[in-house]
């Protein structure tokens, strides 16, 4: 793994802190700074940070929706299928809550599904299923809640697990024995791990 690598996980890493955690926005700021910003990497984090700042409401700048857009827009045509294929994601997640766009957001999620499902990444098809759920009958979008929650847990992704618990509990009728079950666990699991935007749900 050569330094170019070394900078792009540090960022990766620091951009993933911030937004679980909503601590450390000037630590990914300077990590993504240091990557070259021609780099499809760069192009997607950039357009992360900006995204979060809209949605966390922690000091939004005026040109955040049209940089994360032109950002994802960018990570999207550059030739790699995979961060394409997580640009698309993105993108979509964008236009979903921040535009409150779901026509517009739909086929960006089709299009990030089939990249996932060709190349058989498990970790990235229970983000897309997690945010493709609340677009489909409510029949589907448990077993794509369910699916992504049993994804994650195979694969021993703990944040995103714990996220997938909350959200499926907020998807089971409030009387269901499980709903308070996965709230508890979830609940317990984001105070260990400080998630930050789930424990300002609690």
Do not use: C
């Not at 922690?58 to 040109?63: E, H, L, S, V, Y």
């Not at 448990?142 to 944040?159: D, N």
């Not at 996965?182 to 609940?187: A, E, F, H, P, W």
């Amino acid at each position: 793994m050569g330094p170019d690598a070394d900078l792009e996980l540090r960022a990766e890493i620091a951009v993933d802190r911030w937004f679980f955690q909503i601590q450390g926005h000037e630590e990914a700021k300077k990590a993504v700074a240091a990557l070259d910003p021609a780099s499809s990497t760069a192009h997607l984090l950039t357009a992360r940070l900006a995204y979060s700042r809209l949605l966390f409401g922690r000091d939004p700048r005026a040109d955040d929706r049209a940089v994360a857009e032109a950002e994802y827009s960018a990570a999207a045509e550059s030739g790699d299928e995979k961060q394409r294929g997580w640009a698309e994601y993105h993108w979509g997640v964008l236009l979903d809550n921040i535009d409150e766009d779901t026509a517009g957001a739909l086929p960006r999620y089709e299009i990030a599904l089939e990249i996932a499902t060709k190349s058989g990444d498990d970790y990235f098809e229970s983000y897309i299923i997690r945010h493709l759920a609340h677009l489909k009958e409510p029949a589907e979008a448990t077993a794509l809640l369910r699916r992504s929650l049993h994804l994650r847990g195979a694969l021993g992704a703990r944040p995103q697990t714990i996220a997938a618990q909350a959200a499926l509990a907020e998807d089971l009728p409030e009387d269901d024995p499980e709903r308070a079950e996965l709230v508890q666990i979830s609940r317990a699991g984001a105070r260990e791990l400080r998630i930050g935007w789930l424990l300002s749900d609690s």
